[in-house]
């Protein structure tokens, strides 16, 4: 694979947690990243990185790639009318061979914003993996679970989800177990998935007190809440990432807290479905370790990382009449260092020596940046994520001055409209 | 000037307030609107608008364009310390030649961002008016003014402002009266602001309601809210325009919806500098005639009206807990048709049979867009901006396929900085 050396660039990285501005030369080699060049003897492609900003990729630490097929499908409605009668009938129509295209096609955003690794969970999880594979991303895939015994029902899904992980996983593939939900798998699911999880050094991720009335039945069924509920059967721990987390009571954030599971907010979804605002403010204070996702295009609509952290900032600052909330340099924390804690993987998240090389490349003469008096600042309050202009995951680019080298879009386009049809078509009749 | 025949395009217009999608050949002769070509004998140059969507120019309903030297320039800080140790002290330096740049800075921005018109409020009159004539941007332009009294410490703003609008004033140019607000406005000031607003026939912009502050000062003050005040005074009247309106009290809606005034909400500007969130959705049940802004770049901090947009809909979903508020159709009206009622100007805001030729062609096969199933949806929530690829305003094709066409961003930059560096010396001083 191609060596680079790149120079000119304003380089972001992490120091402990604060972000780090400086002007340095960064050397990839065999897709790490490297401040001196290893191998005297190397050849190195020179990058000019002048006038751009050189950063971590942004982490998406939960989405439903395939999803992105339903983009603006079902906008505007209740919930129970987007799930059960936009969102399920689309779903329960679409060949499994489809989602390979219809991920593909969040992929294409998520790059093209400056996305380099998400966390995807749902049922396609072959088809997440491949279009991962041949996309160039880093991709953490979660098999969604559901159901009242894992050795029963879920089973073939289950197992299935191993097979994949052996045929697919590598350093930039891996794979994760993804119960859906406190309200659709049982207490013996969540506990043996936990155990499969321990057994197999699999992380796990779940959707966590996403709406009032989950944390309502919750309550009623088992006179807690979700988060006390997961804690009290041992699902929680340092391997548990848990999604949205927006309806927090009691002494809830304390349990994750003191679990060392790391929290997903996202907030366009929470707001879109009309779930509210996650307490963030009081997770930063806590020091739970929280991280950014977009959740599926059906409820957001779209996988732009930097659209979600302005809005992480401002509905903060606004709801809470604090101009102080939710400052850029944790926003920006949170988009990228914060995922390696929550992933445990060391090589992501931050630019520093033996790193893995998923970097990208911002504009910094793009009209929405210019003039650049605080580069942190405009990643938050200014940007719109077309000022990305090139991505490297992996040591290799992926998207370079604006043009995708390994997705071709015409094809995405033409294979997902084909198979959009033919659900149309289904759910019509 | 150039005619166009504008061919395969989808054309968003409103009927009657509502958004409607049609397939259909524009005509563009002398920077109008036509359906059907009025002149046989003409020559278009013909623009194939395929898998574009051709909408009414947004329409940035209150900015500060010169600001936008000071993007980023002051984040995460109290409010006192944003106005009077940050922003002012830049102000106080800076040569008035400067804001030719500076607000053309801004107007790079919205043109690539969609914006067609926008309404400035601020002391670089005459730079304003330049710099929009050169960029070709429609703009009304409103001459900032404090004081006791208009005919003595403002007399020569005042005067001056009229000079200006006899010198310049034309079907792309207006001049509006800008009061800055009632905190910096004496009684006397705004009575007298509001009578040669009659005479001579022009609109009038003001800060109003945007602090709690403001409001418990007014409360001190006159035993009455910011907007009973100027009802009592008799300023509020259909040519009002009034920025903000975040802290609404008892029957403060309804006194505003009675005068005929417009409302003009920056939901960006309110979060970010923590006076919280204007109760739009109130505003909307009331029929109020709302419009949406930006403010400047100081508090925003981009001019992107489709980010606005997006935070509008989803700051109101979110805080007010109901996925039904502020509806994508709601959002894409206020950003474009109700300002031709706020301005009084029935040639903007719309495509109509002679409507002034100020419309954008949105890239529908942009990857944030894709599949579109449901394009007003995804103006509101999946646009970032950068889908737009062609501006024409009256006529005249100011960006084609994502070149900017009266624009010199080197030398706008150059300039821009050069300024700066003055500023920054002279207040390191």
Redesign the interface.
Known sequence: MTDYKIINGTVLSFQEGAPVLEQKTLYIEDGRIAFFPAHEDRTYETVDASRRLIMPGLVNMHTHAYMT?????A?????QE?LFNRVMPVEDHLPTEAAYWTSM?GM??MI??GTTTFVDMHMYHRQSALAARDTGMRAFIGRGLVGEDLYKDGYSRFSQALEEKEEFESGRLRFILSPHAIYSCSEKLLCQVAEEARKHHMLKQTHLSES?TEVEDCLKQHGKTPVRYLQDIGFLDSETILAHCVQMQGDDLDIIRASGASIVTN??S????????APVPAMQAKGINVCIGTDG?AS???L?M??EM??LS??H?????????M??DYIVRAATYNASAALHDQQIGNITEGACADIIFVDL?A?????????I??LC??A???EVDSVMIDGRFVMRKGELLTID?ERV?HE??KY?DHVKKETAQ
Chains 1, 2 share one sequence.
Do not use: H, Q
């Not at 097929?69 to 499908?73: G, P, S, V």
């Not at 906008?75 to 919930?79: C, E, I, K, T």
């Not at 009209?367 to 580069?375: A, E, G, T, V």
């Open positions: 097929l339903m983009r603006n499908y906008d505007d409605v209740p919930f987007w096609l294409m955003e093209r914003t009032v907030v366009a929470n707001a879109k479905l009309g779930n509210g605002i295009t957001n609509n779209t732009n930097l659209r302005n809005l401002l509905i600052k606004g709801a809470g009449r604090d101009c102080m909330a400052p850029s003469d009209p929405s940046l210019f003039p650049n008096n605080n580069i600042s405009s309050y200014s719109n994520g077309s879009k386009y997902v409209e959009f």
